[in-house]
């Protein structure tokens, strides 16, 4: 589902305002408000499994790959291969951007504390957990 053939108008319908704003106008969320801030290890073990775009389903993250940062948003130390690809901002931060709708989900850091070094800084609104059970 390339972004082109996604109708704008019902994703405005689909979407709370929140989701639409940041999916597809690439805001942000306010920090330590999202649902999925902490991980599953620290909420029930139960809820392990795989994080999905909220616009179109593709596999993003997998929820062993999740770690609290203490910033208020959902981090990662990798996610699944070929499911993001990455824009330069003039600002200097990375943008993650779903490869198959283009839709904004949050930022790449190089501060993340496990071997990758990575910190996939997303917005909650962005992601839908499917769990394993």
């Known amino acids: 589902m390339a972004r082109e053939n996604i109708k704008e108008e019902d994703l405005k319908l689909r979407l709370t305002k929140e989701q639409y704003h940041v999916l597809r106008e690439k805001g942000t969320e306010r920090p330590f408000t999202g649902k999925y801030v ?14 999905v775009c909220m616009v179109c389903g593709q596999q993003l993250f997998t929820s062993d790959a999740q770690f609290d940062s203490g910033t208020g948003w959902p981090s990662f130390d990798k996610a699944i ?28 850091f190089d501060d993340g504390p496990t071997d990758t070094g990575k910190r996939y800084c997303i917005n909650s609104v962005c992601l839908d957990l499917k769990t394993k059970k």
Request: aromatic residues 4%.
């Open 38 to 51: 902490h991980p599953p290890a620290q909420a029930a073990k139960n809820d392990d499994g795989t994080y």
């Open 81 to 108: 291969n070929g499911s993001v690809k990455y824009n330069k901002e003039t600002d200097g931060r990375t943008e993650i951007i779903c490869t198959k709708c283009n839709s904004h989900l949050g930022h790449v």
